[in-house]
């Protein structure tokens, strides 16, 4: 039997594998689960952008392979860019994803050397650490301060930054929440500029930010299009997630390798997905009904959890509720338990890196009644086991 590469055995098992196995044993027991372990969005697109896919599916000449992105999509992505306070050029600092995952994980295959430093968020979504072992670098966790959720810069070893090549961060953050701040990315460019350390922006959670806050753009800081480039997509901005359609924005010289090494690995997404990603892009979305659906959510889930005696941080941004788990308890422990006994799925932080044990993350993926509900399994639960 031939082994698996060197390079795949530093990757672990997902535990979302492992909590769907174990939820779909519990659901065929005749038990049922609800779901808040993974960060899929169960709202709708606007429906002009499903009758855009549903048109574009029946010509018959939309079959064949795509290639590239369309023009018409970079300059979508363009237009819609300025309402970050971004001028992109659409031919040149603009790059169509199959999601922004596509991206994520080819990225530093394009730019980092076996052996080289990379600064990532700990906790961080999982594909940051997984694409530089892939690519043979080595990871370096971020310190992230707990109250602001910001890196803290000071407490890197001078060598370490010397030696650093990129750095990824993640604003607004999963799973923590956090939300960036223009000074905080003004001394992330700085940090940039005198160590000469690349810098990857995911901004998937661009347009979920709450209580008034609006999400800032690494690239809107001044001299930032020289040492970043800015991840973004439309799952969960238009609620396209299982579409497949994300984009990467800003450095040229950054664009163009990852668009040569894409050139070899896929021949472009569908392209009725492509005009309904361009119809997203182009046309109204209701961003401030959506915003108060989430934040109806939050205060539901965040009350109620609060109410039976574990009070949990009100997150200001994006679709996760970061807490710390009740009494210490290790997380994996803790999730399985709430899956097993009181038929909640969350997820544990250990599966975000070693600083995110001590908490889940419960994803605001149904609505109110629902999270609810959660609230009260877990209540009662905390109740039995943990809490009395
Ligand atoms: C922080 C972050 N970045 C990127 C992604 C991947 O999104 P996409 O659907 O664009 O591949 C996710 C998905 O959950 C995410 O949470």
Same mark, same amino acid.
């Given at each position: 039997?031939?082994? +698996? ?40 697109? /606007? ?53 922004? +995952? ?7 295959? /394009? ?42 810069? /000071?407490? &890197?070893?001078?060598?370490?930054? +010397? ?33 000469? &350390?690349?810098?990857?922006?995911? @901004?998937?959670? /661009? ?30 901005? @238009? ?150």
């Amino acid at each position: 039997m031939i082994e +698996q590469s060197i390079r795949l055995q530093q990757l672990e098992d997902g535990v979302f594998q492992e909590l769907a196995l174990e939820k779909r044993r519990i659901v065929a027991s005749g038990r049922d689960v609800i779901d808040l372990s993974v960060g899929s969005p169960d709202l709708p697109p /606007s429906p002009h952008v499903m009758e855009a896919l549903a048109q574009g599916v029946t010509d018959p000449n939309a079959y064949g392979y795509a290639i590239t992105g369309l023009a018409e999509f970079n300059e979508a992505v363009a237009q819609f860019y300025k309402r970050y306070h971004v001028n992109l050029d659409p031919g040149t600092e603009v790059l169509q994803l199959m999601g922004s +995952q596509d991206g994520l994980s080819h990225l530093a295959l /394009s730019l980092i050397n076996p052996g080289e430093t990379v600064l990532l968020p700990d906790p961080g979504y999982p594909i940051y650490e997984a694409s530089v072992r892939l690519a043979g670098g080595i990871p370096y966790p971020l310190p992230i301060n707990e109250d602001t959720l910001h890196p803290n810069f /000071s407490l &890197i070893p001078d060598d370490v930054l +010397q030696s650093a090549r990129l750095m990824i961060l993640n604003y607004p953050s999963n799973p923590t929440a956090g939300v960036a701040t223009r000074s905080m990315f003004e001394e992330v460019v700085r940090v940039a500029q005198t160590y000469d &350390i690349f810098v990857i922006h995911d @901004f998937a959670y /661009s347009e979920m930010v709450y209580d008034g806050l609006e999400a800032v753009s690494l690239l809107s800081i001044p001299g930032a299009k020289d040492i970043a480039v800015e991840f973004n997509s439309l799952s969960k901005t @238009f609620n396209m997630a299982g579409c497949r359609v994300g984009y990467l924005v800003g450095n040229k010289a950054v664009i163009g390798h990852l668009r040569k090494l894409k050139s070899h690995i896929d021949y472009g997404i569908f392209l009725p997905i492509q005009h309904a990603a361009i119809t997203a892009l182009t046309t109204d979305h209701d961003f401030a009904g959506q915003r108060q659906i989430y934040t109806a959510r939050r205060d539901a889930l965040c009350d109620a959890l609060t109410s039976y005696g574990w009070e949990v941080r009100k997150p200001a941004a994006t679709m996760f509720v970061w807490a710390k788990t009740p009494n210490n308890r290790p997380s994996h422990a803790f999730a399985m338990e709430l899956l097993r006994e009181a038929g909640v799925a969350v997820t544990p932080g250990a599966a975000f890196g070693p600083r995110g044990e001590g908490h889940v993350r419960m994803a605001l993926v149904t609505d109110a009644a629902n999270l609810r509900a959660a609230a009260e399994r877990i209540g009662q639960h905390l109740a039995a086991k943990v809490l009395g």
